[in-house]
Nanobody
């Protein structure tokens, strides 16, 4: 059973930066894509960024220019660099992976990012 383990969340001031990590128990190429979603209190979970097995990246409009998704194939880890953080970026950030074929989603338990004003 594949596992996704997030780390790197925390409390940061507005304008600050954080780097989130998502370590997987399987090879990154085992998945169709991997990515990050976030869920703020009282809101639905939303896409932040994804990266396909081919390396194609996609960002939500709300984070373009401030957030970068990347991966380390050897370390089997996907990263999310968060810059110029705003209070509205406060949320639990979840790592996601999509299985090939079935398209089934795999989720991590999440890591909390809190941005103070």
């Amino acid at each position: 059973q594949e596992q996704l383990v997030e780390s790197g969340g925390g409390l940061v001031q507005s304008g600050g930066s954080l780097r989130l990590s998502c370590a997987t128990s399987l090879e990154i190429f085992s998945f169709k894509s991997m990515g990050w979603y976030r869920q703020a209190l009282g809101k639905q979970r939303e896409l932040v960024a994804t990266i396909t097995s081919a390396g194609t990246v996609n960002y939500a409009d709300s984070v373009k220019g401030r957030i970068t998704i990347s991966r380390d194939i050897v370390k089997k880890t996907v990263f999310l660099q968060l810059n110029s953080l705003k209070p509205e970026d406060t949320a639990v950030y979840y790592c996601n992976a999509v299985r090939p074929g079935s398209g089934m989603n795999v989720w991590g338990k999440g890591t909390l990012v809190t941005v103070s004003s």
